[in-house]
């Protein structure tokens, strides 16, 4: 009787052993790494029209990617306030890259840098500054439709 607690003892302790050893290695080991340059999906390409309109002052084609019940509140004219508002505090766009999106289960936001470049008016040196774009879309139907954007 005394063999067996003793033998329950020990395989328990070897047991518990293998198990925090186990745990352990696991804490330590990192995830994989995903490394993605640009997605190639619906939903990026939907985001890079959006990007490409604004930066050429194409409301036309810019809000035609808004939903109809959303152009009612923002149409050419707030396109056309929203777009000079930016470009009188950052400047002209020049340049974009995509940085990332954010995976959540009912809508996706899209995160771009977007690049501009003004002139000092005290001493006409030219400058760029960035800015994060934030577009939100959702799927109606399986293709991307616009739910939100702003610049952060």
């Known amino acids: 009787m005394m063999l067996k607690r003793s033998l329950i003892a020990g395989l328990s302790l070897l047991a518990g052993i293998a198990l925090l050893t186990g745990c352990a290695i696991g804490i330590?080991?990192?995830p994989a790494e995903v490394r993605k340059t640009e997605p190639q999906g619906a939903d990026f390409e939907f985001c890079r029209?959006?990007?490409i309109a604004f930066m050429k002052n194409d409301a036309k084609t810019f809000l035609a990617?808004?939903?109809?019940?959303?152009?009612?509140k923002f149409?050419?004219?707030q396109f056309a306030a929203s777009r000079k508002a930016i470009i009188e505090s950052?400047?002209?766009?020049?340049?974009f890259r995509y940085v990332t999106s954010l995976e959540l289960t009912a809508f996706t936001p899209h995160i771009w840098k977007i690049r501009f470049q003004r002139t000092d008016p005290r001493?006409?040196?030219k400058f760029t500054s960035e800015a994060l774009f934030r577009i939100i879309t959702g799927?109606?139907?399986?293709k991307p439709v616009l739910i939100g954007f702003q610049f952060l």
């Open 90 to 95: 950052m400047g002209e766009p020049i340049s």
């Open 65 to 72: 990617h808004v939903p109809e019940e959303a152009r009612e």
């Open 49 to 51: 029209k959006l990007v």
């Open 28 to 30: 330590r080991e990192l």
């Open 139 to 142: 799927k109606i139907n399986g």
């Open 123 to 125: 001493n006409d040196k």
């Open 75 to 77: 149409n050419e004219k």
